[in-house]
């Protein structure tokens, strides 16, 4: 099935003037203009999805998003878990700014994909490959963010998503509300970030130490890190928010702490940078 690619931004500045109103957000930095490509793929073109990129040619080092469940789109928005809004529109200006493009998508019967019966994992690997074959990227450097039912995604296929992208070419995962084993977790290639809510436990947590002690043993020249949110809950929606009742309460209450987005603004910035993507002694 022949991919299908309609260009949204164009080098022009005129255009991109444009799409820096309309798809950056306003707690994005200013200077942080995005280009945008939508993308249709898979059987029967069911999946849509997105790639954000700075202006210019690239090749840009590429993060790939794998969102959370709850029918959750590509910007973290769920018709379901009505809390969600656009809780991963800030990881756009996040990703372009440091340098990065980003690909989100659509799960299965949100946005603009289709339901399906088939297995959520094989979208994702579908996601990998598509992704990594659009122009301006750098298929040598990619980053992988899973979200809550996401990090289990990546955990049930783990060995595939490695193969397809290459030990070598994946330079960091970020587990957000990770639901991935600690041995699991640990042996991922590259750089690690866990990130998990209060909820969840402590930095020294089976879900987040356990993973930092075995990545850090197995991969000693590689930086890894935990960081645990006061007062998040499993998906890090900030409780504390007023309206806040739950995943299926207040349009938008989901309000993840603006310490989630920093680290991963750190790590990615480090992580374009290879001089100081490893972790110190």
Do not use: K
């Given at each position: 099935m022949p991919l299908r690619i309609r260009p949204y931004g164009a080098v022009r500045y005129v255009l991109l003037a444009v799409l820096w109103v309309l798809c950056t957000p306003a707690f994005a930095p200013s200077d942080a203009a995005v280009v945008t490509r939508e993308v249709v793929f898979g059987p029967?073109?069911?999946?849509?999805?997105?790639?954000?990129k700075p202006p210019g040619a690239g090749p840009f080092p590429?993060?790939?998003?794998?969102?959370?469940?709850?029918?959750?789109?590509?910007?973290?928005?769920?018709?379901?878990l009505t809390a969600f809004k656009d809780v991963y529109v800030p990881l756009v200006g996040i990703a372009v700014r440091a340098g990065w493009a980003i690909f989100r998508y659509d799960?299965?019967?949100?946005?603009?994909?289709?339901?399906?019966?088939?297995?959520?994992?094989?979208?994702?690997?579908?996601?990998?490959?598509?992704?990594r074959e659009l122009p301006d990227v750098d298929p040598r450097r990619v980053v992988i963010i899973a979200h809550a039912s996401g990090t289990e995604i990546l955990q049930s296929g783990y060995d595939y998503?490695?193969?397809?992208?290459?030990?070598?070419?994946?330079k960091g995962v970020?587990?957000?509300?990770?639901?991935?084993?600690?041995?699991?977790?640990?042996?991922?290639?590259?750089n690690l970030l866990v990130i998990?809510?209060?909820?969840?436990?402590?930095?020294?947590?089976?879900?987040?130490?356990?993973?930092?002690s075995v990545h850090r043993r197995d991969y000693p020249d590689r930086q890894a890190e935990a960081m645990v949110v006061p007062r998040a809950d499993h998906a890090?929606?900030?409780?504390?928010?007023?309206?806040?009742?739950?995943?299926?309460?207040?349009?938008?209450?989901?309000?993840?702490?603006?310490?989630?987005?920093?680290?991963?603004?750190?790590?990615?910035?480090?992580?374009h940078s290879p001089a100081t993507a490893r972790r110190a002694p």
């Open positions: 029967g073109r069911r999946i849509s999805g997105q790639l954000d590429l993060v790939i998003l794998i969102p959370a469940g709850g029918r959750l789109d590509r910007n973290g928005t769920s018709p379901s799960r299965q019967g949100a946005g603009s994909s289709r339901p399906s019966e088939r297995d959520e994992a094989i979208d994702a690997l579908d996601v990998v490959r598509i992704a998503f490695e193969e397809r992208i290459g030990f070598h070419a994946l970020i587990l957000l509300s990770s639901d991935v084993g600690s041995q699991s977790a640990g042996r991922m290639a590259g998990i809510g209060e909820s969840d436990g402590t930095e020294r947590s089976s879900i987040a130490g356990g993973a930092v890090l929606c900030d409780t504390t928010v007023a309206g806040w009742s739950g995943w299926a309460g207040d349009p938008g209450s989901c309000v993840i702490s603006r310490q989630v987005y920093d680290a991963i603004d750190r790590f990615l910035r480090q992580i």
